[in-house]
């Protein structure tokens, strides 16, 4: 599988998006997506909304191509809130790094 980094912004407001993805509805997502009933998945997200800043939300997603991430989250209905730019990425792992250079 690929990665892919999904950098997402707001469309609608805070509270709006907050109203639409509820934790019930989210819940359902994940599971979804761990029971592989989706063409891509998440794997991690970092945002830093809980520290007032909503400008960005990261995702990191696992999946066969770039359109797989964009037609899970067509489904989800969460575009309509947030945008996505996908992209496809290679991970460095610096530990790895380091203990090749030592």
């Not at 509270?15 to 639409?20: D, G, Q």
């Not at 989210?26 to 945002?47: E, H, N, V």
């Not at 770039?66 to 730019?85: E, K, M, P, R, S």
């Amino acid at each position: 599988m690929a990665q892919f980094m999904v950098l997402h912004t707001m469309k609608k407001s805070v509270e709006e998006y907050a109203a639409f993805a509820t934790p019930q509805m989210m819940g359902a997502f994940a599971l979804s997506m761990a029971a592989g009933q989706t063409p891509a998945k998440a794997i991690k997200t970092w945002d830093s909304m809980n520290y007032g800043l909503t400008d960005y939300a990261f995702c990191l997603w696992e999946g066969a191509s770039a359109a797989d991430v964009q037609a899970t989250l067509d489904a989800t209905g969460l575009l309509d809130y947030i945008t996505a730019d996908i992209r496809q990425v290679d991970e460095t792992d610096w530990a790895m790094v380091a203990q090749a250079a030592g």
